[in-house]
């Protein structure tokens, strides 16, 4: 009994994550209720209030999720990197994959946003979450980037020109140069 109990409680809580999401994405955090994600859910305001008393922590949830996804992603990256290809190839590829999603990348904006716009445990949050990017980044570019190059700066770098790369993607720019982006980069 516990487990199916369990297992209802897990598929109630992705179906309020992914419906919140979507909301967010589509509407934006500022015009999305939660009375309009428990329409959406099909469920009771009283059952999402049981998961998520407050928006603030339905969004904590879906910002781990999002930035849990975006770190796999990019240690994805640096665990399969072969030997011989050319680093500017890797990033274009992770650039690539990372801003394929157009839902993901508005997310993305929209979580950056609300950790600038005065929520300070978002803030945190993104910073933390930045950190631990950068030095996933570092250690990549430390197994395909000559000795003595500023693995730090390009880090940096690299994460500025991706949160660049997610607005325009966001904005349906479709031309972006990621070639020529990331072997400018990389020189």
């Known amino acids: 009994m516990g487990k199916m109990k369990n297992a209802d409680s897990a598929k109630t809580r992705e179906k309020i994550i992914s419906t919140a999401a979507f909301l967010i994405t589509k509407q934006g955090a500022e ?7 428990a329409r959406e859910s099909g469920i009771s305001k009283g059952t999402l209030y049981y998961y998520y008393p407050t928006k603030s922590e339905l969004i904590f949830e879906i910002t781990n999720r999002h930035m849990k996804r975006l770190s796999e992603d990019i240690l994805h990256w640096v665990g399969n990197m072969r030997e011989g290809l050319p680093p500017e190839k890797i990033l274009q590829a ?16 929209y979580l950056i946003y609300d950790g600038i716009s005065g929520n300070e445990a978002a803030t945190e949050r993104v910073r933390i979450i930045y950190q631990h990017w950068k030095s996933t ?31 325009q993607a966001s904005l349906g720019i479709k031309d972006i140069p990621l070639d020529r982006m990331t072997a400018h980069i990389l020189r």
């Not at 650039?95 to 508005?106: F, P």
């Open 31 to 37: 015009s999305t209720s939660l009375s309009d994600i």
């Open 94 to 109: 992770v650039y690539s994959l990372l801003t394929r999603a157009s839902k993901r990348g508005r997310l993305h904006l």
């Open 137 to 167: 980044v570092k250690e990549g570019l430390a197994k395909i980037i000559p000795e003595g190059s500023d693995k730090e700066i390009l880090a940096e770098l690299i994460l500025a020109c991706l949160d660049g790369v997610f607005i």
